[in-house]
């Protein structure tokens, strides 16, 4: 595997270093927080070098005192203010982070050319989330961050990715693949039959489930508040479709089949054999004589 060069969350990873002692970085346990959050595990070397690009920190350093102007001034200088001191763009970035499949369909998007003004607005039907173009730009800033990378890394980071995101992977498949899975993966268009949405929606409801009863023994942080809140939504929508759709009455059609009942030809007897030649019974008595 290929040691991915640069991470597209560097800046984010900047902000978990600041909540560090400088002089002892644990770059496994800022891994384990990335891998926590859905984010691509990268090797703990990579974490130490940027810990030490950063260096040297103001002393003190108290970044969560916005009046301290030397720490203000470097957090700023390493493009974190904000996450030390949140605004509604951040805010609402940590809410799309928790948001996994709201993410599947942002990432791709973050590399397309598409303006953040479109891509809130066409997602926001995706979501329970007000999506805001300031929000998905600190979502980018942070977590998907497109001008860190060139295009050679951005292929390495794809192809190498743990958590594989089958929306982004669709961007490095072969050609001959690519023309024909992305457009139905990303929902816009695909070849006949080639999707079965409810099928698709029994899968995600189940993933939501599990990922729910994961999230029960997590903290009752913020994040994982909203992460369990956005997975019951999930479940929700994901029922509704699946009632929708003919999964339901393929269920009753099964429910069916095992109680078909196998019924016999019976042999019909011929209307002749029931009245002797004569239905109608027309004539009958008029050879009998009359009493005089």
Known sequence: MNEIPRSPSEYYIRY?????????VNANEIARTLEAHGLDGLSSSYIRSLAKAM??????????????KPSRTFLKRHK????WHPTRASREAMLILSDIYLREKLDPLL???LTHVMIARKLRKFTSIALTPEGVTAYGHYFFNRKLLTQQQWMVYLRERTYTNPHVQSLVTTPDIAKKHLPWVIGVAGPSGAFDAANAASRIGQIAFKHALELEHRPATLDNTMALKNCMTTIEKADVLMRRSDVALKDVLKQFQKFHMKLDSATVPDV??????????S?????????E
Do not use: C, K, W
């Open 16 to 24: 978990l270093i600041t909540g560090q002692d400088p002089d002892a």
């Open 283 to 291: 004539g009958e008595g008029t050879d009998i004589e009359e009493d």
């Open 80 to 83: 974190i203010y904000d996450m």
């Open 55 to 68: 260096l040297p920190l103001p002393s003190p350093f108290v970044p969560d005192n916005p009046r301290h």
């Open 272 to 281: 002749q054999q029931l009245t002797g030649g004569n239905f109608s019974r």
């Open 111 to 113: 590399l397309s050319a």
